[in-house]
């Protein structure tokens, strides 16, 4: 058996992914580039529309994938999405946790509502749609989940309500690898450092900076001389749900252009 690979009963094709909060940033470059690599990619997120642009960019590079509206936050929302995955591509075995927000403040002035918020779509929409999923990865005994973390999980001023959910993550997908590994699915998290999206050009502007500003200051603090790019963390995504990728579970991986913090 040495030096063997472990063979899988469905192959390394059409294999369906989903991937939440993918109608823009990171999740849309994941669906995309999951997609690139023969995926069929439930692209998941608030706004239906927003889905549908991004299904058919897919579509039109050849690829397969599916618009699909959800809270991830809502249960019963969450469970009627897969099941309609299930119906539309076929049963998830990649699964990719992306669907994020921020509600930045430093602790004396942050409310209640706010860190709800974070906590709520991170933490719980990772464990309802983990949840949903994991089934059908467990009857096909094969599954790769990804969960975005954050170097923020470090800590991070005017983020403790995101520092801890992002730590949370970290827990859950340790917590899920040690679950779910017997049945052939492997749980990792991806810590992205400074990432050029909507969400960061957003704290740009919270604090009274052009993204310009912003994204120079950050770069200048990182060792590898630029910003990441959402298909930066694609590309790790990739791997790590990739069928080559069963030995590696219950990892984060600081995708940070060396940078920490
Ligand atoms: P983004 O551009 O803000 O995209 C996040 C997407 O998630 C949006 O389309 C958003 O929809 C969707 N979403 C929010 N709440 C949702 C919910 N309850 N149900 C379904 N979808 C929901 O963010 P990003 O920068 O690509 O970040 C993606 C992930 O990477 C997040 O988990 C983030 O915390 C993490 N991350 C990002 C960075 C970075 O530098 N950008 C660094 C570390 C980690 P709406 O637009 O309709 O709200």
């Known amino acids: 058996m040495q030096g063997q690979l472990q063979e899988y009963p469905h192959g390394s094709a059409a294999r369906v992914a989903i ?38 960019e897919i579509v039109a590079a050849g690829g397969t994938a599916l618009a699909v509206s959800a809270d991830v936050t809502d249960e019963t929302a969450v469970d009627r999405a897969v099941e309609e995955i299930v119906e539309g591509l076929g049963a998830p075995t990649i699964l990719v946790n992306n669907a994020g927000i921020t509600r930045d403040n430093l602790l004396f002035k942050m409310s209640v509502d706010d860190w709800d918020a974070v906590v709520q779509v991170h933490l719980r929409g990772a464990f309802l749609m983990t949840r949903a999923a994991q089934r059908h990865m467990v009857a096909q005994r094969f599954g790769r989940i990804v969960n975005l973390s954050s170097t923020s999980a470090l800590g991070n001023r005017g983020q403790a309500n995101y520092a801890a959910a992002k730590a949370g993550i970290q827990g859950l997908t340790r917590t899920l690898a040690v679950e779910l590994g017997p049945f052939g699915v492997t749980a990792n ?46 590309a790790v995504v990739h791997f790590l749900t990739s069928d080559e990728s069963g030995y590696v579970s219950g990892q984060v991986l600081y995708v940070d252009g060396a940078r920490r913090g």
């Open 189 to 234: 998290a991806v810590a992205p450092g400074f990432v050029q999206t909507e969400m960061t050009a957003a704290t740009a502007e919270r604090l009274g900076l052009t993204f310009e500003e912003f994204t120079a200051r950050a770069i200048a603090k990182i060792p590898v001389g630029r910003g990441g790019q959402p298909e930066d963390i694609a």
């Open 19 to 56: 991937v939440t909060g993918a109608a823009r940033g990171i999740g849309a470059a994941t669906a995309r580039r999951l997609a690139a690599g023969g995926r069929a990619v439930a692209v998941l997120d608030l706004d239906l529309d927003a889905c549908a642009v991004v299904r058919d």
